[in-house]
């Protein structure tokens, strides 16, 4: 079992920065590959970053291409996502994500690969 808190989410002007963490209990974390997904509202949730249990292999949306970083602290139990140059259209509820998968390479784009999720923190970028 895992549990995810997230954290770092505010009100931040257009062109800030803000870093989103999520802490994980369990002493599964480290063998967990990793993801943040996003919610506007009226919006179906969307992908925005993952990363494999080490934290070799990243992927991102590309509307966040260049602009975000997901890292992780495995002696922490966190990850995270920094976030620069925000824009109007990053407002949504952010959420982390765990995935139990066995594969030490995975590091998946799509929700129901996910096994647990925190309960959200809000991101609003005014314009």
């Known amino acids: 079992q895992v549990q995810l808190v997230e954290s770092g989410g505010g009100l931040v002007q257009a062109g800030g920065s803000l870093r989103l963490s999520c802490a994980a209990s369990?002493?599964?974390?480290?063998?967990?590959?990793m993801g943040w997904f996003r919610q506007a509202p009226g919006k179906e949730r969307e992908f925005v970053a993952a990363?494999?249990?080490?934290?070799?292999?990243?992927r991102y949306a590309d509307s966040v291409k260049g602009r975000f970083t997901i890292s992780r602290d495995n002696a922490k139990n966190t990850v995270y996502l920094q976030m620069n140059s925000l824009k109007p259209e990053d407002t949504a509820v952010y959420y982390c994500?765990?995935?139990?998968?066995?594969?030490?390479?995975?590091?998946?784009?799509?929700?129901?690969?996910?096994?647990?999720w925190g309960q959200g923190t809000q991101v609003t970028v005014s314009s």
């Open positions: 990363l494999n249990r080490s934290g070799s292999n990243t």
């Open positions: 369990g002493r599964t974390f480290s063998n967990a590959a």
């Open positions: 994500a765990a995935s139990s998968s066995s594969n030490p390479y995975y590091a998946p784009r799509i929700g129901p690969a996910y096994d647990y």
